[in-house]
């Protein structure tokens, strides 16, 4: 068979460029460290990568969401710890202003502190983040949630719960609204309140008291009047609305002895005069702007005499108890926000570890084996010097060579 030189020419050069090419392929892949430069290079492993790419990115985006998760909360944290100081310096004015040495003009000092306290404590509810955005709004982040009223504050944002996702299958809240964090401390014992009429003229003082049967709350309100008859014997007489099948009967009054109905228990101490009333009413939720309000009125009333001195110290044992309760909402909500700044750090283990995992998929995915790619380069020089040096040669041959 005989061989033209133009075919001689163009397989020749065709070979040594399908070598060069290859050369150029295996040099790319030794620079860049990559194995598959295009999807045509493997077709399985391309797409697999893409894959493996997907992930790594959103693995990196839930990541930051829990960052900015932390972030949030650890500061919703530090303020809710400045509310319980400054309730605790609450507490403190209650313990105070209550000393039955101080006249009106010395609690008065209790009362100026406390309006410094409301006005720090309004302060900390309306604090905005890094963004300006208010923490304590709900969905309402550009609404001040609260603003001063006659009777407290009125809360101007929402219930909502702004959430991030911080994990495939989870959302997280990275807030509370205000109406979680400051109007949801329960009023008396967290079960019913007592209370003593404001037209008492008496020197009764009414306890907290307790449930002692769940089985009998009946969620009704009472009123215990008292009466004192021309022998001067005092007695009490339990009235319940709705009215009840049985009406009660006044019973025989005895200072600091246990009233009990209605699977409640409390006491009275003092000598009520005839026609003070208490009151005894279901728990609810109250704000604590109001009950330092109510507080405030309370140390700034004159409390001259027994009457004076009675009315203080319902007055204050109710305002204790109240910023109790309230203390015991804000423990509750930072035990929440401790409870998911804990699961994020979880989070934030397991998505190193799936990023390390997803990593090293992809570098088994797309990576050379150096050793295998620098032994391939190597033997593609060679291959390639060989074929130049082969067609050299053979193009040089001609039958005028062999003649000679």
């Known amino acids: 068979m005989r061989i033209s030189t133009n075919t001689m020419y163009e397989l020749g050069s065709r070979q040594i460029s399908d070598l060069q090419t290859a050369l150029f392929r295996t040099q790319q892949q030794v620079s860049s460290g990559m194995r598959v430069l295009t999807p045509a290079d493997d077709p399985v492993a391309a797409a697999a990568?893409?894959?493996?790419?997907?992930?790594?990115?959103?693995?990196?985006?839930?990541?930051?969401?829990?960052?900015?998760?932390?972030?949030?909360?650890?500061?919703?944290?530090?303020?809710?710890?400045?509310?319980?100081?400054?309730?605790?310096?609450?507490?403190?004015?209650?313990?105070?202003?209550?000393?039955?040495?101080?006249?009106?003009?010395?609690?008065?000092?209790?009362?100026?502190?406390?309006?410094?306290?409301?006005?720090?404590?309004m302060s900390l509810a309306n604090s905005r983040d890094s963004s300006g955005n208010y923490i304590f709004a709900g969905y309402q982040t550009t609404v001040q949630p609260y603003t001063q009223s006659a009777t407290g504050a009125n809360y101007g944002g929402d219930q909502g719960q702004r959430m991030l996702q911080v994990g495939a299958a989870r959302q997280m809240a990275v807030g509370d609204a205000g109406s979680t964090v400051f109007e949801a401390g329960m009023s008396g014992n967290g079960r019913f309140v007592t209370a003593a009429g404001?037209?008492?003229?008496?020197?009764?003082?009414?306890?907290?008291?307790?449930?002692?049967?769940?089985?009998?709350?009946?969620?009704?309100?009472?009123?215990?009047?008292?009466?004192?008859?021309?022998?001067?014997?005092?007695?009490?007489?339990?009235?319940?609305?709705?009215?009840?099948?049985?009406?009660?009967?006044?019973?025989?009054?005895?200072?600091?002895?246990?009233?009990?109905?209605?699977g409640m228990q409390f006491d009275i101490k003092g000598v009520p005069a005839n026609g003070d009333t208490f009151s005894v009413k279901p728990s609810e939720k109250q704000s604590v702007f109001t009950v330092i309000t109510d507080l405030l009125a309370t140390i700034s009333t004159s409390a001259v005499g027994p009457q004076g001195q009675t009315k203080l110290a319902n007055g204050?044992?109710?305002?204790?108890?109240?910023?109790?309760?309230?203390?015991v909402n804000i423990s509750a909500v930072r035990t929440t926000i401790g409870t998911r700044l804990k699961e994020i750090d979880n989070l934030d283990t397991a998505g190193s570890d799936l990023k390390v995992?997803?990593?090293?998929?992809?570098?088994?995915?797309?990576?050379?084996?150096?050793?295998?790619?620098?032994?391939?380069?190597?033997?593609?020089?060679?291959?390639?010097?060989?074929?130049?040096?082969?067609?050299?040669?053979?193009?040089?041959?001609?039958?005028?060579?062999?003649?000679?």
């Open 316 to 327: 204050l044992a109710a305002a204790n108890n109240s910023i109790a309760n309230a203390l």
């Open 198 to 262: 404001t037209a008492n003229t008496g020197t009764g003082l009414v306890s907290t008291g307790s449930v002692i049967d769940q089985t009998q709350l009946t969620g009704h309100d009472y009123a215990v009047t008292f009466s004192i008859d021309a022998a001067g014997v005092t007695t009490y007489l339990v009235t319940e609305t709705p009215p009840p099948a049985t009406p009660a009967t006044p019973q025989p009054y005895v200072s600091g002895q246990a009233i009990s109905f209605g």
């Open 49 to 121: 990568a893409l894959g493996m790419d997907q992930a790594l990115a959103i693995n990196d985006q839930f990541a930051l969401n829990r960052s900015n998760a932390k972030s949030a909360l650890s500061e919703e944290e530090s303020i809710l710890q400045s509310v319980n100081l400054l309730l605790q310096s609450v507490k403190d004015v209650v313990v105070g202003a209550g000393n039955g040495a101080l006249d009106d003009a010395q609690r008065k000092m209790y009362a100026t502190q406390l309006r410094s306290n409301f006005d720090e404590l």
């Open 357 to 404: 995992q997803y990593t090293a998929t992809l570098k088994q995915l797309q990576e050379i084996d150096p050793v295998e790619a620098y032994s391939s380069f190597t033997q593609q020089q060679y291959t390639l010097e060989a074929a130049r040096q082969s067609f050299i040669k053979i193009s040089g041959l001609s039958l005028f060579n062999m003649l000679t």
